[in-house]
């Protein structure tokens, strides 16, 4: 057992030490009943190679994002990560270190968080930032909750355009309540959310781009919330488009939720990913999760802390703002040294690139008949009609190696409106080959 | 050193003309923000021409103000700043309750195959067939570990478990016609997420006193139970490090009074493949994959936190879940009435799965076995080389895989349990959990983990005496001025709170203020 220091010599001695006969007089306070009563149906330890076999078996089961033409998106993207992303994040130093609850030997993730939170609020032309959450849509169960602390109101409207996932999660959190308004989805892009809000509002949610691809009028909404004295919670799935789309922040958003995932960070099948929030400086102990602020040391040299925990679970237990316990650090690492990478000539130059990709897919889709583009707007993704039911089109598609993207009623069974519906995603990776090969293949089928 | 406004040093280190104030080669660094700029890029990408834009006239009009690096000025600041962490890897790290154990890099390198990594949670099922069987997979080791019914693998973290794992019961005691049951048993020793998931699912939390060994009281658990109690939250082992020596009952007294007993996972590492919690009566549990199963802690997460559930309680398992269909696997992403519905995105940490089951068949039934001894035969090893110097508030039973210390060793020698941690730092080992759990006075949390050798603990038990009779022989100074051989001296925290400097911003936009 390679991973166990001990010999059995010194297993002995060490029971000498503590005087005890053996390794069962240590778990002399469970109760016999439960000890070892039992053989696991479960294999033997294995050497290094055969666990490897094994996995890369499971692995070769499954089709890579990178093994032919992809177009998957809705609310995950394929994106390019640098080689020095992977390798930094892989340092023993910042992998396997803990949560820095001792500041002074951890400076170098403060330092990190605190340019993390810096980097986040620039994007989103926001005044602060927390050291991140798990993922954008428990990111935005938390906004809504925060929404609600903040304004002593009730009453959450989720606009039709908010990722289906991110509403049942916002379900999940807010179960017993009756005061949760969610606006059909509207896959042409056109939204009622603005006449719903009222006095009782605490905040409407937002997605932009939203979950069909059509970008969404945040001034207004913010103008219509602020009216009521409701808050505007803005969500975005690809925080890649912020490189080209005002920042919501400069648009009046009051809390920013976005999936971090797109910068730094792999597919993985769904996670691990990477929450980000930010918002106004007046609700910061409004705003759950961890905040890394600066200080100085005893010597006045400029340090790092993690800062206003009173907020949290450990210190106000049933009375803290949220449950969280831990965060994404690793992940956020990973789009720090992503994002720091770019820069903003490289942001702006990589969100250029992901529309002017999604543009020539539009036009190339648009061109087939069959094929209607429901987007006027859009940033890197966008639903297409076809004349028939999208997910045996999807799948006929995969059979022939195109992963062309997600039927929508994947995300919305039962609802017949979407059943032709087929959402699209281009990024920096999408070649023209690979819009020629979708565009052949679609062709076909749907002929 | 040259001040700002709200007395900021501008300046890096005291010596204020170098960048060198930490250590010889362990240099301070600045800001990225104070060296990169808006024109550097570490990535070549094409310039494209967007003359026919279908932004809608949403395009960015304000300047991001985002700094950025070569790729060689990456790679310094990054390592660099890296260079500043204690880690697992480069020390012990016997933090109490957060089981830091030895990150195999063999879990790293499986992670990283394309075929898991390189795959998007909403491609077709029929492309994802490898991913689906190591879910199963995955579940299978969890079920069998714990002997429960179901499990639920989509929850991020710990306490995000913990979240479902209450909101099961909720939906159970629901479905039961049992909704009035609005009260939720917590032990005073309990894990802060405890009180905070009880309370946010609408719970009202009513603590149940330890004894004076330690343990929860069978009958102080019957004397709080009534017909409004929906369930009781149990870690076990316990934040004390012990076992629960009457948990069967306790079990027992919760059902017969129609709650649900929920136990707290965090410490399964002392108990994986010795004691399995189905058998003690659960019917809930979260395992800390990132904890038990050492997928790494990378500063803060990411975690995982799968659901054990018991018979009782599957019905209300959330979506996705993986099911045998007739052409291999399927996921179920949606059910009709689902009581419980998703508490994530997506599918969970995939990627926390392949490192844990890479280390599951690593070690085998038999090793995990092996590796929980361990590790409450280090922990006890800690307990008996330091009990003479330092004072066990819980000497009744054996510890399990941490060691709990009090404080009152330390009475009238002008030295706290903080002080104590911070010269720790100066004899090179992380501190020790400090001041939890909240029932001990000064409480010092030890928990070597099964991956720390016997010279390893030689060696830390021998500065923890050593430092301990220094304590008592009144040289409080070393204690009160540490660390001073760590990358920064004693930071302020208040400060932090009371003027909170939560992000960079150009020194002259800074108000301006007198020196």
Redesign the interface.
């Known amino acids: ?6 010999s059995a010599h ?2 002995a ?3 000498g ?4 006969p053996d ?1 069962d ?7 016999k ?6 053989v ?7 050497p ?1 190679f055969l ?2 076999a ?14 032919g033409p ?1 177009f ?1 998106g ?3 993207y ?1 994106h390019h990560v ?1 080689a ?1 992303v ?1 390798h ?22 403060l ?5 993390f ?3 986040v ?3 989103t ?1 926001m005044d ?2 927390n ?2 959450l ?5 990111g935005t169960a938390e906004a809504v909750l925060m929404a609600r602390r903040i304004t002593k109101k009730n009453k959450i409207i989720l606009s039709g355009g908010l ?1 289906p ?2 509403r ?2 916002v ?2 959190y807010l ?2 309540d009756a005061d949760l308004v969610c606006l059909s989805p509207s896959p042409q892009g056109q939204g009622d959310i603005l006449d719903k809000i009222d006095g009782d509002t605490a905040a409407i949610v937002i997605q ?1 781009p939203d979950f069909y691809g059509h ?1 969404r ?2 001034k207004a909404a913010a103008d219509a919330a602020h009216a009521q004295g409701a808050l505007l919670i803005v969500v975005i799935t690809e925080v890649v488009s ?6 919501p922040g ?1 648009l009046g958003a009051d809390i920013v939720v976005a ?1 971090g995932q797109s910068i730094g960070n ?8 990477l929450g980000l929030m930010a918002t106004k400086k007046e609700f ?1 102990r409004q705003m759950p999760g ?16 993690l ?2 925990s ?1 907020r ?9 703002t ?10 956020a ?1 990973a789009f720090s ?1 992503h ?12 969100a ?2 992901n ?2 990709n ?2 020539k897919l ?1 036009d190339a889709l648009a061109a087939i008949s069959g094929v209607e583009v429901l ?5 890197n993704e966008m639903t297409i009609r076809v004349t028939q039911p999208a997910a045996s089109v ?2 006929r598609l ?1 059979k022939r190696g195109i ?1 062309a993207g ?1 039927p929508a009623s ?2 919305l ?1 039962g609802d017949p409106e979407v059943e032709n519906l087929i959402i699209l995603a281009a990024t ?1 990776l999408t070649t023209d080959t690979d819009i020629a090969a979708l565009s052949a293949a679609l062709t076909e089928e749907l002929a | ?1 040259s001040m700002n406004t709200q ?3 501008t300046g ?3 010596g204020g003309s170098t960048n060198a ?1 930490g250590s010889a080669l362990i240099p ?2 600045p ?3 104070e060296i ?8 070549d ?6 003359s ?5 006239g ?12 070569t ?1 060689p000025e ?2 310094r ?3 660099r ?10 020390g012990m ?1 016997p ?1 109490g309750s ?1 089981t ?1 154990k ?3 890099r ?1 879990n ?3 992670a ?13 099922v ?6 689906l ?2 879910m199963n ?1 995955l579940s299978y ?1 969890l079920m ?2 714990t ?1 429960t019914a179901a499990v639920a693998l989509s929850p ?5 478990g ?2 479902l794992g209450m ?1 099961a019961i ?1 939906a159970a005691q629901e479905a039961r016609g049992q909704s009035h049951r609005r009260i939720v048993l917590v032990p005073e020793s309990a ?3 405890n ?6 699912l ?1 719970y009202s ?1 009513k603590p149940v006193p330890a004894k004076d060994d330690g ?1 929860v009281d069978v009958e102080a658990v019957k004397a709080a139970l009534s017909p409004e109690v929906a369930a009781i939250m149990l870690t076990n082992p316990n934040t004390c490090g ?4 009457q ?2 009952e306790i079990a027992k007294a919760i059902h017969d009074a129609g709650a649900f007993f929920y136990c707290d996972g965090a410490n399964f590492n002392a ?1 994986m ?4 919690p189905g ?2 009566g659960i019917d809930a549990m979260h395992i800390n994959l990132h904890k038990t199963f050492s997928t ?9 936190g799968p659901v054990v559930l018991s018979e009782a309680l599957a019905p209300f398992a ?1 979506v996705p879940f993986v099911r045998k269909a007739e052409n291999g696997l399927e996921l179920v ?2 059910v009709e009435s689902q009581a ?13 799965y ?1 490192r844990a ?2 280390y ?8 995990l ?3 929980a ?2 590790a ?3 922990a ?2 800690v ?3 330091l009990e003479h110097l330092f004072s066990v508030p819980f000497p009744d ?2 510890t ?1 895989h941490e060691a709990l210390f009090d404080d009152s060793f330390l009475k009238d020698t002008g030295v706290t349990t903080l002080d104590f ?2 010269a720790l ?1 100066d004899e090179g080992f ?2 020790m959990t400090m001041y ?1 759990p909240l029932v001990v006075h000064g409480a010092m949390l030890i928990e070597p983990t ?5 010279q390893t603990l030689d060696k830390f038990c021998d500065v923890m005496a050593e430092l301990a009779q220094d304590a008592k022989s009144g040289n409080s100074a070393r204690f009160t001025a540490a ?1 001073v051989k ?8 208040t ?3 009371r003027q ?5 911003e150009r020194p002259e936009e800074l108000p301006q203020a007198a020196e």
């Open positions: 057992m390679r991973y166990l220091p001990h010194e297993r001695d060490m029971l030490v503590i005087g005890a390794i007089a240590l778990f002399s306070a469970v109760p009943a439960a000890l070892k009563n039992f696991l149906d479960l294999p033997a330890h294995s290094e666990v490897e094994h996995m890369r078996a499971l692995a070769g089961k499954n089709h890579a994002a990178g093994d992809f998957v809705a609310g995950a394929r640098p020095t992977d930094l994040i892989q340092r023993s130093e910042w992998l396997t270190a803990y949560t820095p609850y001792q500041p002074e030997i951890s400076q170098g993730t330092q990190m968080l605190f340019e939170q810096t980097q609020a620039k994007i032309g602060v930032a050291a991140s798990y993922d954008g849509s428990t990722h996932h991110y049942d999660v379900k999940a179960k017993d932009t970008l009028n945040l912020l490189g080209l789309l005002e920042a400069a999936e792999a597919l993985n099948f769904g996670g691990p990913y910061i961890r905040l890394c602020g600066e200080t100085v040391d005893a010597d006045g040299n400029r340090g790092f802390v800062t206003l009173t949290e679970q450990h210190i106000r237990r049933e009375k803290a949220s449950n969280i316990c831990t965060n994404s650090g690793l992940c690492l040294i994002m720091s990478l770019l820069g903003e000539a490289g942001f702006v130059r990589l250029r690139l529309h002017a999604a543009i539009a987007n006027k707007t859009f940033f999807v799948e995969a992963l997600v994947r995300l069974p920096e | 050193m007395g900021r040093p890096i280190g005291t104030s301070d660094e800001l990225l923000f990169g700029d808006t024109e550097h890029s570490g990535v990408l094409p310039e494209v021409e967007l026919n834009d279908r932004l809608g949403f395009g960015r009009q304000t300047k991001l103000d985002l700094a950025g690096l790729e990456a790679m600041h990054y390592v700043l890296s260079r500043m962490n204690h880690s697992i890897d480069s790290y933090l957060c830091m030895h990150n195999p063999l790293e390198k499986m990283r195959l394309p075929g898991f990594s390189d795959i998007h949670p909403l491609q077709p029929s492309t994802v067939q490898g991913a069987e190591l997979e080791w069998t570990l002997n991020k973290a710990g306490a995000h913990e979240l909101m909720k894990h802060g997420t009180p905070a998931t009880a309370a946010f609408g939390v343990t012990l076992f629960e020596p948990v069967i108990i493949g010795v004691v399995r058998d003690l790494p802690h990378g500063g803060g997460g990411p975690g995982a959330p992403e949606h419980l519905g998703r508490v994530t995105a997506f599918h969970g940490q995939m990627g926390m392949v089951l890479t599951m068949l690593s070690h085998g039934a038999d090793g076995a092996q590796a001894q361990d409450v035969l280090n006890n090893y307990k008996a080389r039973y054996p399990m941690a911070k730092i992380h501190p939890f099964e991956s720390e050798s016997k660390p760590a990358p920064r001296r004693r930071l302020d925290e400060r932090a709170a909170p400097i939560l992000k960079w």
